[in-house]
């Protein structure tokens, strides 16, 4: 009970609460071919910008001490090696609407909640078209 009520006091749920599929048409296509999407420069500060890494951070740094899914969004390596309790690919080179990154912050994920749970709002359309490119480019570490 002690758990369940710091878990909603930080505002990272441990497991995302499971609706049903509503996820939108996905297109596998870069909407700007002549930007080559920075991981470092792109995506990182997107990340930071919706605090993902409040709750998907490494185990012993949240308050409950645990990464939120399994998912440590804190580096490149973490987020691509993906969460411990998924069996889905966090992020599928070059095939973005397979992507559980791009699914989940996207309108009306397949399953679970939108993602940040805890952010000041969801991604803007701007901010989701740089990560779909990033995935749809091959997710490079660039």
Known sequence: MKLA????????????????????????????PDHAVSFAQDIVPILDEYRCADCHTPAGKTPIGLIVGGL????????????VRSMAKIVVAGDACSSVLLQKVEAGPPYGSRMPLSGPEYLDDEDLELISDWIVEGSHDN
């Not at 710091?6 to 297109?27: D, F, I, M, R």
């Open 5 to 32: 009520l710091l878990v909603l006091a930080t505002g990272c749920a441990l497991e995302p609460k499971v609706g049903a599929p509503t996820h939108e048409a996905c297109t596998n296509t870069d909407t700007d």
């Open 72 to 83: 440590d969004l804190t580096s490149y390596a973490t987020l691509r090696a993906g969460g």
